[in-house]
């Protein structure tokens, strides 16, 4: 069987950079966010991590460093733009860093449809 892994770009709510987050599809179909890493734009766009895209869930893994600029191992979906997040697990009101709309946080949500965007 082959391991299915890709690298979704995500943007940290705190410092605002953009920071890769590899994630490995495990046997029940389910995602797994496995290791975080700082990256710039343009290697991310020379790579193509921006046509990435997936549905399902993004579990850590036990060894899951969180954000490599904040720690944070929590995230939050955009309603808007519909990017990923990270986030201090704290703040009920939060801009999102890639299209800069404030919103409240909702509940939480288990599956997530991550499409392929320009960053």
Not at 26 to 47: H, P, Q, S, V
Request: aromatic fraction near 12%; charged fraction near 20%.
């Amino acid at each position: 069987m082959c391991m299915e892994a890709i690298v979704l770009v995500m943007r940290c709510g705190l410092s605002k950079n953009i920071f890769g987050v590899r994630i490995q599809k495990m046997d029940t179909g389910d995602w797994y966010r496995t290791w975080a890493f700082k990256i710039n734009e343009k290697l991310a766009k020379r790579e193509g991590y921006e046509m990435q895209s997936i549905s399902g869930s993004l579990t850590e893994t036990a060894n899951f460093p969180g954000c490599p600029y904040c720690a944070s191992h929590r995230f939050y979906q955009c309603g808007t733009c519909r990017k990923i997040v990270c986030w201090n697990g704290k703040d009920i009101r939060v801009t999102c860093p890639w299209c800069n709309v404030a919103a409240d946080i909702g509940p939480a949500i288990e599956r997530f449809t991550v499409g392929a965007n320009e960053f």
